[in-house]
């Protein structure tokens, strides 16, 4: 079935670097975009940007741009956050979703989450 | 952070009806981007109920509509059942400088 496998928690101190994975199956990875959402504790989803693992194009919300990256290796069907100078308010965990398709600008499989704690 | 508004909390007995609300701006909902909604389980990944403001995906009982007019949409969940006690998430696309997909701010329901 179509499902979005993340990498397991991570522990980083402030001003390390975090990279956060996400392996598609079920289907063509390059057909979808992948999304990276986060939810620190208690509080709600924040969307971080996009990725298009055909082009490798990406899009980052205003607020993450100088600190965020995302990549992919579409030889094993793998996106990748990577989050750099991480800060304590970086604590949340972190989503990766696929685009359902070019008509909706919605999220219809969800990575299971991964949680980053910066400490 | 989020620029679509929604009530904290709604509550309600085993088989009433629910409303929530979310709450956009020109920029966003009044500038005819869709509408979709999540529910997210305790301790668990969201999950896509409506897309599109009013269609359900696959599997997806008909209890859950949307519905969505000018800058506000609302969700509504009728026959309340024990297991809709999660958090629901409202979320659109926004043309503006600040991010161009946007989540409301979540409603935890609460079935009494």
């Known amino acids: 079935q179509v499902q979005l496998v993340q990498s397991g928690a991570e522990v980083k101190k402030p001003g390390a670097s975090v990279k956060v994975s996400c392996k598609a199956s079920?289907?063509?990875?390059?057909?979808?975009?992948i999304h990276w959402m986060r939810q620190a504790p208690g509080q709600g989803l924040e969307w971080m940007g996009w990725i298009n693992p055909d082009s490798g194009a990406t899009n980052y919300a205003q607020r993450f741009q100088d600190r965020v990256s995302m990549t992919r290796d579409t030889s094993i069907g793998t996106a990748f956050l990577d989050v750099n100078r991480v800060r304590s308010d970086d604590t949340a965990v972190y989503y990766c979703?696929?685009?359902?398709?070019?008509?909706?600008?919605?999220?219809?499989?969800w990575g299971q989450g991964t949680t980053v704690t910066v400490s | 952070q989020s620029v679509l508004t929604q009530p904290p909390s709604v509550s309600g007995a085993p088989g009433q009806r629910v409303t929530i609300s979310c709450t956009g701006s020109?920029?966003?909902?009044?500038?005819?981007?869709?509408v979709h909604w999540y529910r997210q389980l305790p301790g668990t990944a969201p999950q896509l109920l409506i897309y599109g403001n009013t269609n359900r995906p696959s599997g997806v009982p008909d209890r859950f509509s949307g519905s969505k007019s000018g800058t506000s949409a609302s969700l509504a969940i009728t026959g309340l059942q024990a297991e809709d006690e999660a958090d629901y998430y409202c979320?659109?696309?926004?043309?503006?400088?600040?991010?161009?997909?946007?989540f409301g701010t979540g409603t935890k329901v609460t079935v009494l």
């Open positions: 079920g289907y063509t990875f390059t057909d979808h975009y």
């Open positions: 979703a696929r685009r359902w398709g070019p008509a909706w600008r919605c999220m219809d499989v």
């Open positions: 020109s920029s966003n909902i009044g500038a005819n981007y869709d």
């Open positions: 979320q659109s696309y926004d043309n503006s400088l600040s991010g161009f997909y946007v």
